[in-house]
């Protein structure tokens, strides 16, 4: 079966834009969570959604936001771009989350975004 | 505060030997941890999920362990290949479908 695909691969922005990033999990996975993943910090969680519901945020600034949509694709958006957005952003997909996952949860390969 | 601390250092071994990653936390009460490989620039794959009623679990290569006294888990790799280098990585989940990961260990398998 098809694993999570994130688009785009790579995004360079400008300071101060705004950016939507997509991830489409796998079939039949209704759970899509986001983390940003940089050198520094390592892998952070930025918020979780299932059947469109926004169930957990990370510590995050009000700037990142997300949304899921009834087929279970969800987009993330990051406005107001600061230097220190540059990351790679992942998506994972599982069916439910939480402590049902006893098989793990599959990563997109990201969203390699840098800001100039 | 919630931590989870992965060897910091890069571990280089001969191909054929055992790899051992370590992976300890604190201020958890995990019912499971998982391990998860990263190749550069791509996402984690997952590898394994043990229970914490579970003192072992193996897969192929693979042999995870936990020790929820000593708040630690253990990640071989046994006959190691050159294929397996990548960097490691250990996840707890809290109760708010967020996984927490450590910083990861960089293995390097050398022919």
Known sequence: KAGVTQTPRYLIKTRGQQVTLSCSPISG????????QTP?????????????????KGN?????????????????????LELGDSALYLCA???????????????????RLTVV | SQKI????EALNIQEGKTATLTCNYTNYSPAYLQWYRQD??????FLLLIRENEKEKRKERLKVTFDTTLKQSLFHITASQPADSATYLCALENSGY?????KGTSLLVTP
């Open chain 1, 29 to 36: 996975h209704r759970s899509v969570s986001w983390y940003q």
């Open chain 1, 40 to 56: 520094g910090q390592g892998l952070q969680f930025l918020f979780e959604y299932f059947s469109e519901t926004q169930r957990n």
């Open chain 1, 60 to 80: 995050f600034p009000g700037r990142f936001s997300g949304r899921q949509f009834s087929n279970s694709r969800s987009e993330m958006n990051v406005s107001t």
């Open chain 1, 93 to 111: 997909s599982s069916f439910a989350g939480g402590q049902t996952t006893y098989n793990g949860y599959t990563f997109g390969s990201g969203t």
């Open chain 2, 5 to 8: 601390e992965q060897n910091s």
């Open chain 2, 40 to 45: 550069p620039g791509r996402g984690p794959v």
């Open chain 2, 98 to 102: 967020a996984l927490n990961f450590g």
